[in-house]
């Protein structure tokens, strides 16, 4: 079965469609989000918490989640998630054209954040309800193509927005698909992973989670790794990037530098479509290692076209990761609890992003910005290859 057969299955083919929907959205939110909270007054200091409020209830939620992903149908699910981040875009969207204070937006990006923490542990166990095992990595493939490739005019043309506005139309634009999707995805109905007579209390399946989660060391090694290395992504890329932009290349060639990154996300998702088997994730980890090279060149050069290549080539590492990633989770960990091991996976390795987000500005601050950029691209390199040290990783 290649991607057009895939594309003949019904299930995939409504699921891939609603997950290209909302992503045609998002795509434009960091830019518009960022460079609107930066111009509201305060909007500096604000960016973080802004941020941050959206960050913490998903970390607090992920685990809840997970167990509620692996209990109920995942395509409702997702179906009342996508709903909430949609209505809650439209919120932020509306207040960010309003006279009030930024820090009004903060309930809204809250719920925003708990929507997410329900959406991504049902998202990453669906996949194998829908598409035999042997088609996951061509299916992870296609999905991360769709994905990549709708966020290549995504940043431009929120680059553009926010030049003629405050960013609120493109978030609103974001808020729609979202309800869109949330109507594709209600389309579905799976059904539960188990039936109902076989579920336990949801303390004791998170529990069951935890169990699975610590004592598999190649899952909770690389999460650990990657805890670093997203601390180091958020609160250098997605915090005092646009800091650094504004001062430089501006909204609308951050938007390129975003483009640019999509591109690379997007050439290695095509070229994994190629393949049904899966990948090392050794080779992962170590491909992953580049993705340090944005952060690194953000800390020492302004000049555009530099950024955009460096961005590329760390686009070209996060997808080859990501696919190979997904693909080892959904083969090898039973679809019963995937949900949950994925819940774990994610609030480990997101688990510091809040504490990145609200530091980022003060610490840039006091030792330099570019000095937190050249110094963070660095340990984002060696967080990548550090886990291929232990066994158990060498031989995934």
Same mark, same amino acid.
């Given at each position: ?149 709708? =966020?290549?005019? &995504? %940043? /431009?043309? +929120?680059?553009?927005?926010?030049? *003629? #506005?405050?960013?609120?139309?493109? !978030? ?65 890329? =997605?915090?005092? &990037? %646009? /800091?650094? +932009?504004?001062?430089?290349?501006? *909204? #609308?060639?951050?938007?390129?530098? !975003? ?79 995937? #949900? ?57």
């Amino acid at each position: 079965m290649n991607s057009e057969g895939l594309l003949r299955n019904r299930y995939f083919r409504i699921f891939f469609t609603g997950c290209l929907v909302s992503l045609a959205g998002r795509s434009m939110t960091p830019v518009a989000l960022a460079f609107g909270v930066l111009q509201k007054d305060g909007g500096q200091q604000a960016l973080g918490y802004v941020l941050a409020a959206q960050m913490i209830p998903l970390i607090l939620l992920t685990l809840v989640g997970g167990a509620v992903a692996d209990r109920l149908d995942r395509s409702k699910v997702l179906r009342w998630s996508n709903a909430t981040t949609g209505l809650t875009q439209i919120c932020v969207a509306g207040l960010l054209i309003s006279s009030v204070s930024i820090y009004a937006a903060l309930p809204a990006a809250a719920l925003n954040g708990a929507a997410g923490a329900f959406t991504t542990p049902a998202l990453r166990g669906i996949l194998p309800e829908i598409v035999p095992s042997d088609q996951l990595t061509r299916a992870n493939s296609l999905l991360k193509t769709a994905r990549n490739g709708a =966020q290549i005019g &995504g %940043p /431009i043309v +929120a680059g553009l927005l926010v030049a *003629a #506005s405050s960013g609120s139309l493109a !978030l609103a634009i974001d808020g729609l698909a979202f309800l869109l999707a949330a109507w594709m995805m209600g389309r579905l109905n799976l059904g539960p992973p188990q039936p109902t007579k076989e579920r336990s209390s949801l303390l004791h399946e998170l529990r069951e989670g935890w169990s699975y989660f610590s004592s598999t060391t190649w899952i909770w090694t690389v999460t650990t790794a990657f805890l670093l290395m997203n601390v180091l992504q958020t609160g250098i890329w =997605q915090t005092l &990037g %646009p /800091i650094l +932009a504004s001062e430089s290349i501006g *909204a #609308s060639g951050w938007g390129a530098v !975003l483009s640019a990154k999509a591109f690379g996300l997007i050439i290695a998702s095509v070229y994994l479509i190629r393949f049904s088997s899966q990948r090392r994730v050794v080779s992962a980890l170590t491909v992953m290692s580049l993705a340090g090279l944005p952060l690194l060149a953000l800390g020492i050069t302004q000049n555009l076209l530099l950024l955009a290549i460096s961005a590329f080539i760390g686009g070209l590492a996060a997808a080859y990761f990501g696919i190979v990633w997904d693909t080892a989770l959904q083969t090898q960990v039973p679809n019963v609890m995937l #949900s949950r091991v994925a819940a774990y996976d994610d609030l480990g390795a997101y688990i510091g992003i809040p504490i990145a987000q609200m530091t980022a500005v003060a610490i840039g601050a006091t030792v330099g910005n570019q000095n937190v950029a050249v110094v963070g691209g660095v340990l984002f390199a060696v967080s990548a290859l550090l886990p291929i040290a232990g066994r158990s990783v060498r031989h995934k």
